[in-house]
T-cell receptor
Framework: GNSVTQMEGPVTLSEEAFLTINCTYT??????LFWYVQYPGEGLQLLLK?????DKGSNKGFEATYRKETTSFHLEKGSVQVSDSAVYFC?????????????FGQGTTLQVKP | DVKVTQSSRYLVKRTGEKVFLECVQD?????MFWYRQDPGLGLRLIYF???????EKGDIPEGYSVSREKKERFSLILESASTNQTSMYLC?????????????FGDGTRLSIL
């Protein structure tokens, strides 16, 4: 079945450091891919998405490129801020399983220190 | 913007009580979902619904039921609350079954069963 694997956290960075959070997936067909962010005490917010191979999603300085050849959707940001401290979830939907359900990774906690 | 509203941010109940968690969305979405989120386990799907009066079991439906009498409202019911149901509960919605549809989340209800 479909699945998503994220790098384990926590990831601890200093302010202005470069961020990469790895995400790989297993799916049949052509899924859509998402990154969600969860700030402390809140629900999940959609950060960015990509719906087909080679698409790049971007928002708030974060980017991720849909790489079908490596089945990956790594999240990157060039210069993190303390306010980026949160839990980040990679997710997929669709493909051959066209139900509207999302398959989530386990989440990666990011801590940014001043 | 889509608004998904969960009725309570924090809730404390006693073992054996019947507990209702309410969720309302304002964008006429077809699909609604209930998850629970626990440290180290990520998000786990409890139940979902594609339409009024329809429901489907997710990955962990035991001990829960749901109700969808109106399109905008999806209720999660703990028939007889137990301490192992202490968790963060998240409601989400998306427009339809088609792939590429992100889910929109509420702020969550942190439920404690004493």
């Amino acid at each position: 079945g479909n699945s998503v694997t994220q790098m384990e956290g926590p990831v601890t960075l200093s302010e202005e450091a470069f961020l990469t959070i790895n995400c790989t997936y297993t799916a049949t067909g052509y899924p859509s891919l998402f990154w969600y962010v969860q700030y402390p005490g809140e629900g999940l917010q959609l950060l960015l998405k990509a719906t087909k191979a080679d698409d790049k999603g971007s928002n708030k300085g974060f980017e991720a490129t849909y790489r079908k050849e490596t089945t990956s959707f790594h999240l990157e940001k060039g210069s993190v801020q303390v306010s980026d401290s949160a839990v980040y979830f990679c997710a997929l939907s669709g493909g051959s399983s066209n139900t509207g359900k999302l398959i989530f990774g386990q989440g990666t906690t990011l801590q940014v220190k001043p | 913007d889509v608004k998904v509203t969960q009725s309570s941010r924090y809730l404390v109940k006693r073992t054996g009580e019947k507990v209702f968690l309410e969720c309302v969305q304002d964008m006429d979405h077809e699909n609604m979902f209930w998850y629970r989120q626990d440290p180290g386990l990520g998000l786990r799907l409890i139940y979902f619904s594609y339409d009024v009066k329809m429901k489907e079991k997710g990955d962990i439906p035991e001990g829960y039921s749901v109700s969808r009498e109106k399109k905008e409202r999806f209720s999660l019911i703990l028939e007889s609350a137990s301490t192992n149901q202490t968790s963060m509960y998240l409601c989400a919605s998306n427009p339809s079954r088609g792939g590429g549809q992100p889910q929109h989340f509420g702020d969550g209800t942190r439920l404690s069963i004493l």
